[in-house]
Nanobody, 115 residues
Framework: QVQLVESGGGLVQPGGSLRLSCVAS????????MGWYRQAPGKQRELVAT???????NYADSVKGRFTISRDNAKNTVALQMHSLKPEDTAVYYC?????????WGQGTQVTVSS
C-alpha cells in the first residue's frame, strides 16, 4: 500500500508558474513509475507526465517544453514544475504511483489558471 499526498496547487495568472509536489509513503519508492495526471471539469482524467525509477520521462504533447517532472528517490518525492501556464491547464492534478495499472492515487490538488 502506498499513500500519496500532493501539494502546491493554487491560482496563477496565464503565463505564470507553479510547482506541484507529491510525497509517497513506503520504502520501495524507486520501483514505482511516478506520474502526474489531471482532470478538468467535464473531461476524462489524462496523462500529464511520467518518470521511471531510473529517471526516464514521458510527457503529453500539450505540456512538452513547459512542464518538467522530476523525482528524488531518497526523499520519496516527485515534482511537477509548470511554466507558461495556460487557462486550459486548469484542472485537478493527481499524483500516481504504479508498477501496474491502475496503481495508487493521491487526493488531488487544484490548479487554476486565470486572470
Amino acid at each position: 500500500q502506498v499513500q500519496l499526498v500532493e501539494s502546491g496547487g493554487g491560482l496563477v495568472q496565464p503565463g505564470g508558474s507553479l510547482r506541484l509536489s507529491c510525497v509517497a509513503s513506503g520504502s520501495m519508492f524507486r520501483i514505482y513509475i511516478m506520474g502526474w495526471y489531471r482532470q478538468a471539469p467535464g473531461k476524462q482524467r489524462e496523462l500529464v507526465a511520467t518518470i521511471s525509477g531510473g529517471g526516464s520521462t514521458n510527457y503529453a504533447d500539450s505540456v512538452k517544453g513547459r512542464f518538467t517532472i522530476s523525482r528524488d528517490n531518497a526523499k520519496n518525492t516527485v515534482a511537477l514544475q509548470m511554466h507558461s501556464l495556460k487557462p486550459e491547464d486548469t484542472a485537478v492534478y493527481y499524483c500516481n504511483a504504479r508498477t501496474a495499472a491502475p496503481g495508487y492515487w493521491g487526493q488531488g490538488t487544484q490548479v487554476t489558471v486565470s486572470s
